[in-house]
């Protein structure tokens, strides 16, 4: 049972346009919700994160929007760059669960072009 | 920089011949985890442990274990490695699960 799930599992963009990866979940106990991104041969780095108590957490070109109603939450990333070009994974956590252990989404691959 | 790191980046093991991942930390983190990664698939989590406590997962295999001889290192023996766990396997460390940082993986080629 996928109970967090990327849809898309690519995106094209153009440079300087939005990018939007969407995400949707399941387990109605998830509170905490992460994006990472990762390039091949390293391991996931941590992007935008957003507590189930928000809807919106932005961070520079990043903003993380969440409908907890429809269990579904979205990266924009604006303007997009090249250099964007990764694996954006999204996750997510139950407190109350020991260790606060992630479950995470299958992966979007993002091509920004030049 | 604190950092987590692994060794070796990549690892071919004979099938059924033991091999062990190494996975330390400089954060002082509490919590480690191990996450199976298999190609375009979501990382999957083995096992964690919270401090000294061990959490294995329902679905790992028997094949995998894990030590924590001490809070910066952790280790994930495969007992007989079968060609079904050529994968990347992610080690993070969190504090309470907060912080969650990732090592860089290992590549394991199962031959």
């Known amino acids: 049972d996928q109970q967090v799930k990327q849809n898309s599992p690519s995106l094209s963009v153009q440079e300087g346009r939005i990018s939007i990866l969407n995400c949707d979940y399941t387990n109605s106990m998830f509170d905490y919700f992460l994006w990472y991104k990762k390039y091949p041969a390293e391991g996931p780095t941590f992007l935008i994160s957003i507590s189930s108590i928000k809807d919106k957490n932005e961070d520079g070109r990043f903003t993380v929007f969440l409908n907890k109603s429809a269990k579904h939450l979205s990266l924009h990333i604006v303007p997009s760059q090249p250099g964007d070009s990764a694996v954006y994974f999204c996750a997510a956590s139950a407190e109350e669960t020991s260790g606060s252990r992630l479950t995470f989404g299958e992966g979007t691959q993002l091509t920004v072009n030049p | 920089d604190a950092m987590v790191i692994q060794n070796p980046r990549y690892q071919v093991t004979q099938f059924g011949k033991p091999v062990t991942l190494s996975c330390s930390q400089t954060?002082?983190?509490?919590?480690m985890y191990w996450y199976q990664q298999k190609s375009s698939q979501a990382p999957k989590l083995l096992f964690h442990?919270?401090?000294?406590?061990?959490?294995n997962e329902a679905d790992t295999p028997d094949n995998f274990q894990s030590r924590r001889p001490n809070t910066s290192f952790c280790f994930l023996d495969i007992r007989s490695p079968g060609l079904g766990d050529a994968a990347m396997y992610l080690c993070a460390t969190s504090r309470d699960g907060y912080g969650y940082t990732f090592g860089s993986g290992t590549r394991l080629t199962v031959v």
């Open positions: 954060l002082n983190h509490n919590v």
């Open positions: 442990y919270y401090d000294k406590d061990f959490n």
